[in-house]
């Protein structure tokens, strides 16, 4: 008998969903709330949905201090927020910064549209949130022409630092392992907060 995954009620919409879809959440030493994003910190967990609304909602009802028992620091909208999309900021550009590492990542907006040209492997399109309008959509349409995942996000002088050069406002990450889990933190990013990682191929994100 195939064994079922947990379920978790979300502390914002009260909707009952399995552990894996949901956003933990433990208290530090200190009785301040820390969103878990990989779910392995030691302690009692408390989950939302991973949307910025289930997290209002949980925050201006108070449900953190219920589920902990007890009064908890750093649990308002506002404080939550920004620990999430930081930890999701953190964790999106420490893969950049590994598949840069490992030679996957073509950096530029003329290297970047040349890769795609020529046909090379590209399995990844990231452009900085300050790229210009132009750029913007030729990058976005020479993807979307051949089916390559493309998202904004960061700045021209995050990207650039991660990548140890001068502002770059897109850069590709080539097909490979990198690939997947970076989509996956960027999908999380672009569906939690409105203005995070916006995948210019789907307009709802």
Known sequence: ????????????????????????????PEGTVVPDLLAK???????????RDCVEKAASR?????????????ATSQELQSKIVCR?????????????????????????????????????????????AEIGDKVANMAARDGIPCF???DKDRIGGL??????????IEVGGFVPPLVKELQRFGNFLDGGAVDEQDPRV
Do not use: H, W
């Open 62 to 74: 108070k449900q953190f201090a219920r589920a902990f028992k007890g009064e908890v620091k750093g």
């Open 152 to 154: 904004r996000i960061l």
């Open 41 to 51: 910190l030691p302690g009692r967990g408390a989950y939302t949905c991973f949307c």
């Open 88 to 132: 999701l900021e953190e964790r999106i550009a420490s893969y950049l910064a590994l598949a840069n590492k490992a030679g996957k990542i073509v950096s530029g907006s003329d290297m970047v549209m040349e890769a795609i040209r020529k046909g090379k492997r590209i399995g990844l399109v990231i452009m900085a949130g300050d790229a210009s």
């Open 163 to 172: 990548l140890g050069k001068g502002l770059r406002s897109v850069v590709a």
């Open 1 to 28: 008998m195939p064994r079922t995954e947990p379920q978790r009620t979300c502390l914002g919409c009260r909707e009952e969903k399995g552990k894996n879809e949901l956003l933990r959440y433990v208290l530090d």
